[in-house]
């Protein structure tokens, strides 16, 4: 009996698919590490703020459901710039550029539309999610006066 309870169980974990990954992460070693793991309980991305000065993405903040994290990046030197996704329009690629700092960001959606942050200087990177149909659910990354490094973390989409 205890067998068969085991082998079952066994059995529901083999079939069910895996969903999550995590691609980064992009940038130096420098500031202190964050995460954004519990914000993804509040819902699906909904909307996003970035902060550029001449050289670098200097804050970031998203919007989980209708609450935005807490926001990253301790100054307010260069522009803070908002969007708001579409109901329903989740990001499934981020590419970008970094130095030891964050330098650039590109977020892409499955409704077909780009919203690019910052410059074109660093090293490339291009960021997708291993598992076909999954989506960004948050962020990590370290920050101090910048954003030093960035990383994703992707999973089916929000169910609300
Ligand atoms: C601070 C400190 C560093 C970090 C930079 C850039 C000015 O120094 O947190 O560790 O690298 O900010 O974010």
Redesign the pocket.
Known sequence: MLLWIFISVLCIAAAKPHSASFTGEYG?A???RFSQSRNEMDGPITALRVRVNRFYITGIQIRYGNNWSEYRG?SILGDLEEIFLRPGEDIIQVSGKHTT?LTKLVFFTNKGRNFPFGKDYGTSFNAVPLHPHTVLRFISGR??????AIGFHWDNPSSD
């Open positions: 130096g420098g500031g202190k301790d700092y920050s101090g006066l910048l954003i030093n």
